[in-house]
């Protein structure tokens, strides 16, 4: 009953410090970095009653501490990623559910027309990332080649694990570790929109980077 106490009150403690006012909608949002250290510590008090330990409290306040020192982690590299990507075509969004990043590199401004090589105007956006990967060296990154429906399957499955390992080819002669990077190819069994309009089948076309959030940090 102590222990259920104690997690109980470090729980409503993170989230009552975790709240606070997004700037640019005015609404309540959670900080992140909170968020992590409240899900660390859900973990830790489930792995020590798991596995019958006797510190259950004190396991919940590690757990948040490894939680939180990760949701900062990320957050601070999703800061970077924003002011880097800005104005590139490339999208950065935060799953809250898993702590991980998302890029979004639409096909138009990395590839040419039905072309694996990555374009070199896109050297220069791929060049900054890979610096913000080498500088956040303890996530592991998944790139994940897309295309639309327009053509024979079996090619645009092939299209696309060329233009996956051509983004990590690329990331791993900039110095980003190659035993950090996967590389996938899903074709077109993963639209984002309609294929039936350019519009959707612009959407489709891309290739997408996950950057994954480490257990902890040190």
């Not at 409503?12 to 959670?30: E, F, I, N, Y």
């Not at 900080?31 to 830790?44: H, I, Q, W």
């Not at 399957?153 to 950090?180: D, H, I, M, T």
């Not at 190819?185 to 290739?207: C, F, I, K, M």
């Amino acid at each position: 009953m102590k222990n259920q106490f104690m997690i109980a009150a470090l729980a409503s403690s993170m989230a009552l410090a975790g709240c606070a006012t997004d700037p640019a909608t005015g609404q309540p949002a959670m900080n992140k970095a909170v968020l992590g250290a409240l899900g660390g510590a859900v973990a830790g008090a489930g792995i020590s009653k798991a596995t019958g330990g006797d510190h259950t409290g004190r396991d919940a306040a590690i757990g948040a501490a490894l939680g939180g020192a990760v949701g900062l982690y990320m957050e601070n590299q999703e800061k970077k990623l924003q002011q880097q990507m800005a104005g590139t075509g490339v999208k950065v969004e935060r799953d809250e559910k898993t702590g991980n990043i998302d890029l979004v590199m639409p096909g138009n401004i990395t590839f040419a027309f039905d072309n694996d090589s990555v374009s070199p105007t896109f050297y220069n956006t791929l060049d900054k990332l890979a610096a913000t990967m080498r500088e956040y060296d303890q996530t592991t990154i998944t790139v994940m080649g897309h295309t639309d429906s327009v053509g024979n399957p079996a090619y645009n499955q092939g299209l696309s694990e060329r233009r996956a390992l051509s983004v990590s080819n690329y990331l791993a002669r900039q110095g980003v570790s190659p035993s950090r990077i996967q590389t996938y190819g899903y074709g077109q069994t993963r639209p984002v929109a309609d294929n039936n309009s350019e519009a959707g089948r612009l959407q489709n076309r891309r290739v997408e980077i996950q950057i994954n959030a480490p257990k902890q940090v040190s």
